[in-house]
């Protein structure tokens, strides 16, 4: 998980960041993504039932339309 550091200015009024470093994040890191399924090709398909992002190449979903492109 990315480390996020913050410098924080105190002001009577409002507490403002200066400076905000994050560094590498991946998409792994993000807590909604099952990356389980990623190789070469892969994309995410949203699972409805886990709330979660699958990685997948295999779409087998009748709610997915996909239109338009080359496959």
């Given at each position: 998980?990315?480390?996020i550091k913050a410098k924080i200015r105190r002001n009577?009024?409002?507490?403002?960041?200066?400076?905000?470093?994050?560094?590498?994040?991946?998409?792994?890191?993000?807590?909604d993504i099952n990356a389980a399924g990623t190789t070469d090709g892969?994309?995410?398909?949203?699972?409805?039932?886990?709330?979660?992002?699958d990685a997948t190449t295999l779409i087998a979903n009748q709610n997915t339309n996909i239109t338009g492109g080359t496959y």
């Open positions: 998980m990315a480390t009577p009024d409002k507490i403002v960041a200066q400076t905000l470093k994050v560094g590498n994040v991946a998409l792994t890191d993000l807590t892969a994309v995410l398909l949203y699972n409805g039932t886990s709330s979660k992002w």
